[in-house]
């Protein structure tokens, strides 16, 4: 594995302090409910371990794996359900939670899918958004951070399946220099 230069875009402590005051958000919204998380893997794991600590109604929590990038940085656009949720969530107050809004096309395909499977409710958590790139329209509920037009890593977010467990976001040239 070749080793590149990461800049960090967001620390440790910055994407802590963000993560808990969007647990207590969720907190406030669904008080006197019970939330199901669905946590969209890879990505979303390192995200939905802290927010869910931090969420104090009772928690439920599931994943899901699709397809996206493949081991390049540019979307194919097509999405592949690898593995689907365990528990059923008909009547459940499903909170989908996702590493990265990117183009949309994850999002907008999975979130029309979940609808389908009829859930009492169905919300977005998104720990980063980059607005610049989308193509399709996604309505993220809750959201960590918009970024600008980088390639970034860590925190769950990875470079050809590496930097996953960088505590923080950094920004990552794919090319060498
Ligand atoms: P979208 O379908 O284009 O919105 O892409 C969603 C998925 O692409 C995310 O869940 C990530 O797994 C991946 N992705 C998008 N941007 C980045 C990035 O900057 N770094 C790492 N993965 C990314
Ligand atoms: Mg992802």
Redesign the pocket.
Known sequence: MKQYTIKTLISEEKLKERIRELAKEIDRDYAGKEIHLIC?LK?GAYFMTELSKYITIPVTIDFMAVS??GSKTV?SGIVKIIKDHDEPIEGRDVLVV??????????SYLLEMLRDRKPASLKLCAMLN?PDRRIREVKIDYLGFDIPDE???GYG???DQHYRNLPYIGSIKPEED
Not at 98 to 107: K, R
């Open positions: 969209v990505g996206s990038y979307s996702e590493d990265i809004v990117d183009t949309g096309f994850t999002l980059k390639f970034v890593v977010l990875d470079y």
